[in-house]
């Protein structure tokens, strides 16, 4: 399947990678447009559900970060409040047996990024450009030649924006933004020697108040400990790289349990960020180009799933792609029908359960009970239309 020219990705980060190492793997060749000058990850933690783990093992990714990762117990759910053990979804083995033997990762970004990009430059199909900031395009019925900020341009034969909550070829297609959603995201990375035994169980824990949440797991095999703490919050603040104050993220959980919020006290090194959506998009295609990722549909992260549909699209945009070869409008025109309901499913069901991480008293109360009186496999069983998912039948 030899092309005159490459399908251009402007972003590389996990979508742009991920979809760029599905395209090479069927024989497409690909051009990948980074704006870094140098592919660095920020330190924050990942998890990654079967259904992002199943496509990654047969790219072949997955071996360049298992022994840097790590498969949780469960994900333990607790009241912020008052401290109490609310219900266990147990993952490990049990997620193993139900899910056809995918895993449950958590891991580094930065592990993953690097996994990501290890595959891609060992794909000889795959050609890498940094520094290139992408600022809009221009379509012939032949070709796409996207334009950088510095005066540059490359050809090639289709597009697929995959740059992002604020992308450039999303804004030249639609011309939509992002809206806050008025939550606050704040996180850190610490050496797991720093925290106590309780915070550095091989789980994800997730800790549920009014107004607030926080989330902790291992990552880096363990020897470090992700942390984000989500508070309602109307400041708007863009990026997701900004210092932040340490009593600023704490005044965000002064009402909580001793324990919780000792930790949190305990804790340097914070970045925060504003947490935005998008309404869904009619459409994410057109012509020879297509949308990506965040740059499609930007998470809330409530269900821990922003890299897991990325890596989703890529399998999907390479089986389609395969079966249309060349008639890129029709291949795009099938891959955006295939995933737009997958996608709003995912994006109601991640509001939904920030709203129930959030929930005030009395309704506090109520949660609470239905998850003490739940059975653990029973939660499980409840993700299965997530995490059981099959993005293709046969994954490329």
């Not at 993952?91 to 990009?117: N, S, T």
């Not at 109601?348 to 309704?363: E, F, L, W």
Request: neutral net charge.
């Amino acid at each position: 399947m030899k092309q005159q020219a490459p399908i251009l990705i402007a972003g590389g980060g996990i979508g742009g990678l991920s979809v760029a190492i599905a395209l090479a793997q069927s024989g497409f060749y690909v051009h990948v447009l980074e704006q870094a000058k140098s592919f660095s990850e920020v330190g924050a933690g990942i998890q990654l559900g079967p259904n992002a783990a199943r496509i990654l093992d047969r790219w072949g990714v997955s071996r360049h970060f298992v022994s840097q990762s790590v498969t949780p117990e469960n994900i333990s759910l607790y009241d912020g409040l008052n401290g109490k053990s609310l219900a266990q979804v147990p993952l490990g083995d049990v997620a193993r047996r139900r899910y056809d033997d995918a895993p449950y990762y958590v891991l580094h970004r930065a592990d993953l990024q690097e996994a990501l990009l290890k595959v891609a430059q060992n794909e000889p199909h795959i050609t890498i450009s940094t520094g290139f900031t992408a600022l809009a395009y221009r379509e012939t019925p032949y070709s796409v030649t996207l334009m950088g900020d510095d005066g540059r341009s490359v050809e090639g034969e289709a597009l697929i924006g995959a740059d992002g909550l604020w992308s450039a070829v999303r804004k030249q297609m639609h011309n939509v933004k992002p809206s806050p959603i008025g939550k606050t995201s704040w996180r850190t990375v610490i050496p797991s020697e720093y925290a106590p035994d309780f915070f550095k169980r091989q789980q994800t824990m997730l800790w549920m108040a009014p107004r607030s949440h926080l989330v902790h797991y291992p990552v880096i095999g363990g020897k470090a400990i992700n942390v984000i703490a989500i508070v309602d919050d109307k400041e708007i603040g863009i990026g997701w790289n900004n210092a932040a104050d340490k009593d600023e993220v704490i005044q965000g959980f002064r009402d909580w349990d001793t324990s919780p919020k000792d930790f949190i006290t305990s804790l340097t090194g914070w970045h925060k960020w504003s947490l935005f959506a998008l309404p869904p998009l009619e459409k994410w295609s057109k012509g020879r180009i297509t949308l990506l990722g965040d740059a499609a549909h930007p998470p809330v992260p409530f269900l821990a799933q922003g890299g897991a549909m990325a890596i989703e699209d890529a399998a999907v945009l390479a089986s389609e792609l395969m079966i249309a070869q060349k008639h890129y409008p029709e291949a795009f025109h099938h891959y955006e029908a295939k995933r737009m309901p997958r996608v709003d499913k995912v994006m109601q069901q991640s509001h939904k359960m920030g709203r129930i991480y959030h929930m005030k008293t009395p309704a506090r109360w109520a949660r609470n009970a239905v998850l003490r009186r739940s059975q653990p496999e029973n939660l499980l069983k409840r993700y299965d239309w997530l995490y059981g998912f099959e993005a293709v039948d046969d994954i490329v």
